[in-house]
């Protein structure tokens, strides 16, 4: 099917061995609104063994049929080798690109070929630490925390991790060469903005210069920032659009495979809501690159249907939506982003058209993705209302692996629906039973 084929002119252009020069940076292109983003996780290593930032660039078409508007990268910056364990998050240099992943050129065609697609593009920074052979180890030893009774660079604390260099926040220099690294993508590449890895470890009067700087450099195009933390002054100090549902997820793997009840969805939402500031958005996923090294989606949650039962639960209820690659083909194993894992992306085709349907549903209908939210507790269903002045949704997903009868909310009984996934009309009686995993999305006929 067409969304699975991989764009001719770039297919021709990789066969050939052609690379085609990136432009100056796309000047039309208007990044989506933060509560309006459907974004997409790309790991390089799915994508290619070597040229794989070209590898991503030749399925853009695919990719950008999923529906989302905003790709997320992860790191493509030159690896550190001494103590190194070939992680991306283990950097040597932040304003180069990696042999394996390929050139700055071609991360400057991928962010064109983004904007040319209406897609922003933003990338993964690794604030918090260095490869321990990065240059300023040795140029900048004071840019680095020390231990107190040896004098010697120490690793992040508490982490075990042990092929990386703790940066010292307190030194002003060091902080002024971060900031200008960051605006190298900004201003020479073009890029839409980050995604900050350990946000949380890196304090927030420092996002607030960079972040502000940045969207300075950026103008008169708009960024987005993307914290991995949950530190409420990521937000009311740093200047960050969104940050993770870790919460959310964590209770949607205990709803779904430790028999929690539904209403648990509904408790966690409103607890990581409740400590947002206003305009500030939950990105929700039902996997990303940290979580499928664990396990797939359709193993977390028992197999293809819990899984999707399980996004329709994440995206509609509250908050951005995410699709890590892979997970739009249901690759069942796990994925370890330290080496080159490759994907069947002409895999379950039926299943990639379902995540297109849905994202289609979350950026044609305002009310889904950001209208205002009713809910009616129960224990094996999760049934909620997403409306706003023009719609009303009336959600209803089995959370469990066996038929269950769910009850229709008195002002929702006798009323005339469209079923949004099949397009037949029906007049909703007192209650309905679903299959195993079952999802059901109602709006009410106009």
Known sequence: MKKLIISISAALLLLAGCKPQPKSITSDFQLAAVDDIAMYQVNPRVFAPQNSLRAVAARIDSIRE?????????????????????????????????????????????TQVCHEHQMGIILDWVANHTAWDHPWVKEHPDWYTHDAETDTIIHPRPWDWYDVADLNYDNRDMRRAMIDAMKFWIVEVGIDGFRCDVADGVPADFWKDAINELRQAAKPRQIVMLAEGKRSDNFTIGGFDMNYGWDFKDSLVHVFKDGKPASDLIAADKAEYDSLPAGKVKLRFTTNHDHATEAAPVVEFTNVRGSMAAYVASIYLHGGALIYGSQEVGYPETINFFKYVPVDWSANAALYEEYEELIELYNEHPALRKGKLACWPAQDVLVYEKSDDKERFLILV?????????????????????DEMSDKKQKLSDRI??????????ELEK
Do not use: H
């Open 398 to 418: 089995n959370v469990r692996n066996n038929t269950q009868e769910a009850l229709i909310p008195s002002e929702w009984i006798g009323v005339e629906v469209e």
């Open 433 to 442: 039973l679903l299959a195993p995993y079952e999802y059901r999305i109602f």
């Open 66 to 110: 999923l529906g989302v508007n905003v790709m997320w990268v992860m790191p493509i910056y030159p690896i550190g080798i001494e103590k190194g364990k070939n992680s991306p998050y283990c950097i040597s240099n932040y304003t180069e690109v990696a042999p394996e992943f390929g050139t700055v050129d071609d991360f400057k065609y991928l």
